[in-house]
Each structure stands twice: as C-alpha cells, then as structure tokens.
C-alpha cells in the first residue's frame, strides 16, 4: 500500500489544500492521492454525482475507474454508501455476497477489499471516496482514518465546486462582455455606413445572422475584421 499519513498531518495536508492551483480534475486528483496515503490504500477514486446519478470523477489508477465503473450498472456498494449515507466496507471480495457484479470485476483487477465512504457537506450530497487495497481488508483503524478524512475532504470538496462554479460564471460574464463590445462596435460601423439609428443597425446585423444562421458575435467580429482590413489596405 501506499506509504500511510496519518492524523495531525493528513489533516494539515488538506488545510494547505490550494484550489487555485491547476484544473478541477488536478484538485480531485490531488485529494484522492492524498487520501490512499492517510488510509492507506492502493488506490482511489472520487465518485461524484452527475444529475443524480454516480459518475467517477478522478481515480489514481485506471483500475480504479473500472471498478467504479462495475457499480453503475447494477446495484453496488458505491450505490449503497450513497442511498444510505454511511460506510460501505468489503473485506474479502473473494466471499462478499451482496454485490457479485462489483465483486467480480474486483477479483478481477487484483482487489481483494474496498471500503466507500460517503462525502457530504451542509447536509448535501457530493459523492463518495472509493478506496481499493491488493493487500488484505482495511482494518478497524484505517476505516476511522477514512471517515475522519472524509469530513475534512467534504469540505474541501465543497470550496472546490464553489470555486470552480463561481469561475466558470465569471468567464462566462467575460464572453458575455467581450461579445457585447463586438457587437456594439459592430453597430457602430453599420451606423456609420448609413445603417440610421443604434437600433436600426442591431436589427439589420440581427436579420443578417439569422438568414446566414451565424451567431450575432462570429457575424459582428467578421464586419470588424472587414473594416479594419479595408483600412488598412486604403
């Protein structure tokens, strides 16, 4: 298994947990990583819920995303872990019963145990940590580990969607407003032109675009690049 971290440490190592750093995948990537050395385990993934339904996020070995995969399916204990809300822990995969298909793909890959701990905020769902061993059950200790961490990682994982949601609107803003500087500076060529009003000069871009069903924004940068380029060429 992974060299183990434990206590104070996994929990300062999730304090210093920087968001910012790299994509959403790096950040989750990074969690899960961080998660099979508190445990430890061989590997990990983070599931998350996609419109209701479990999808694996990240995983630290493609195994893992093969494993997780195996649940969706059918009935599984990542599935559990989510309709009840607590730890699903399987110590041989070699006699569980409950979930054959899961337990099956795992023999498998070489997973002899797996241990699901349910990730929830404030009361929200957000997904599970999936973790895998090759090497024996998780012990007593280890699944104390796993849920201390969880609620720790909740939270981290809560700041990363926020972040992430809150960005992904701000650059969305960002486009928003340099189509609409586009698009005015395109009013304005037309006006010049002797398109007439502000008005009458969106309508006649806004008529344009839709009998060449192009966006009003790829047809107002092209009059610019038109204009600037006759310009320049004058």
Known sequence: MTECLHGDSALTALAQFVITDGTLDDALLRMAELACKVVPADMAGIVLLAEGRPATGVFTDPQAADLD??????????????????????????????????TAAAVAHGVTASLLVPLTACGERLGALALYSRTGPFDVEAVAQAEDFAVSASIVLANVQAYWDARQLAERLQRAMRSRATIEHAVGILMAGGGGTPEE????????SQRENRKLRDLAAEIIDHTVHRQQSS
Do not use: H, K, N
Request: glycine residues 4%; hydrophobic residues 35%.
């Open 69 to 102: 995969a195996a649940q969706y399916g059918a009935d599984g204990p990542c599935r559990e872990s989510f309709r009840c809300q607590q730890v699903c822990r399987i110590d041989s995969t070699y006699t569980e019963q409950r979930w054959p298909e899961f």
């Open 201 to 208: 000069a969106f309508q006649l871009l806004v008529r344009a």
